[in-house]
């Protein structure tokens, strides 16, 4: 969305009557070229408990290194799956780029497997191919909804995935006005609650950023954490950089 704005391809400067939350309105651009609808987080750790002892069982980042947990860690891969990319950049930002890089290495060496997408990783831990996925948190909880022996666990920071709406800039007239009820109308109490209905297994469990908006029971089960945003002004441009560096450092 950033790069499409920087284009002077995006309707900026409009937001309809919205009541933002804390959360949403630090997510929302100051020149209003897109808005956030709703948030997941790229980096949730899912468990399999049934497999995992308790002493095993991961609660940050640091915890992935254990020798317990070689070979029994999976993700997706960065340059193919939509959320991983913003999970690495998210790992790369706490810890700092040559600490989050030498994290990732000490991953590889301690067995991590890199699968294409979510639906590979999940499908991976559902045969015991591995014991821990670290997937978006909305393909997380629900996938955990059909297997109470999954628990998801959320690193501290967790880093924050906005799915946003934009408006083409060359929309004019009735299309434009169309297109702009259309953002409203999800932005609205019925359209988020048309959201979240949508899909009970995976995109519906997304955090709400509209006030009163109360999330899904599976994704209000989520833990409380700190949340990390990613400056797309920043990270967008690095994206094709981070991918290759993973891709000849981590996958091969």
């Not at 400067?13 to 897109?34: F, H, I, K, N, S």
């Not at 670290?134 to 906005?162: D, E, I, M, Y």
């Given at each position: 969305?950033?790069?499409?704005?920087?284009?002077?391809?995006?309707?900026?400067?409009?937001?309809?009557?919205?009541?933002?939350?804390?959360?949403?309105?630090?997510?929302?651009?100051?020149?209003?070229?897109?808005?956030?609808?709703?948030?997941?987080?790229?980096?949730?750790?899912?468990?399999?408990?049934?497999?995992?002892?308790?002493?095993?069982?991961?609660?940050?980042?640091?915890?992935?290194?254990?020798?317990?947990?070689?070979?029994?860690?999976?993700?997706?891969?960065?340059?193919?799956?939509?959320?991983?990319?913003?999970?690495?950049?998210g790992v790369l930002q706490a810890m700092g780029d040559t600490a989050g890089q030498s994290y990732f290495s000490r991953l590889k060496a301690n067995g991590l497997r890199v699968y294409p997408t979510n639906s590979v990783t999940l499908r991976a831990l559902q045969f015991g191919q591995i014991d821990v996925a670290v997937v978006q948190s909305s393909?997380?909880?629900?996938?955990?909804?059909?297997?109470?022996?999954?628990?998801?666990?959320?690193?501290?920071?967790?880093?924050?995935?906005?799915?946003?709406?934009?408006?083409?800039?060359?929309?004019?007239?009735?299309?434009?006005?169309?297109?702009?009820?259309?953002?409203?109308?999800?932005?609205?109490?019925?359209?988020?609650?048309?959201?979240?209905?949508?899909?009970?297994?995976?995109?519906?469990?997304?955090?709400?950023?509209?006030?009163?908006?109360?999330?899904?029971?599976?994704?209000?089960?989520?833990?409380?954490?700190?949340?990390?945003?990613?400056?797309?002004?920043?990270?967008?441009?690095?994206?094709?950089?981070?991918?290759?560096?993973?891709?000849?450092?981590?996958?091969?």
């Amino acid at each position: 969305m950033r790069v499409i704005a920087s284009r002077h391809l995006l309707d900026c400067g409009w937001t309809p009557a919205v009541d933002y939350t804390a959360q949403g309105e630090a997510l929302l651009p100051a020149d209003r070229c897109y808005l956030p609808v709703g948030m997941t987080y790229a980096d949730a750790l899912l468990v399999n408990t049934a497999r995992l002892a308790p002493a095993a069982r991961p609660q940050s980042w640091g915890d992935l290194e254990r020798p317990a947990l070689r070979g029994r860690v999976g993700m997706n891969n960065p340059a193919i799956s939509g959320p991983a990319f913003p999970m690495v950049a998210g790992v790369l930002q706490a810890m700092g780029d040559t600490a989050g890089q030498s994290y990732f290495s000490r991953l590889k060496a301690n067995g991590l497997r890199v699968y294409p997408t979510n639906s590979v990783t999940l499908r991976a831990l559902q045969f015991g191919q591995i014991d821990v996925a670290v997937v978006q948190s909305s393909a997380a909880v629900g996938f955990a909804s059909k297997n109470p022996a999954l628990r998801v666990v959320l690193p501290q920071p967790a880093t924050a995935l906005p799915s946003n709406l934009a408006i083409g800039v060359h929309a004019v007239g009735a299309n434009r006005d169309a297109a702009r009820r259309f953002v409203a109308f999800v932005l609205s109490p019925a359209g988020q609650a048309a959201l979240q209905q949508g899909d009970a297994e995976a995109d519906s469990n997304y955090m709400p950023l509209v006030a009163g908006v109360k999330p899904t029971a599976a994704a209000a089960a989520l833990p409380a954490v700190q949340v990390q945003r990613l400056d797309p002004t920043q990270w967008g441009p690095r994206e094709a950089a981070v991918d290759a560096w993973f891709t000849a450092h981590v996958v091969r």
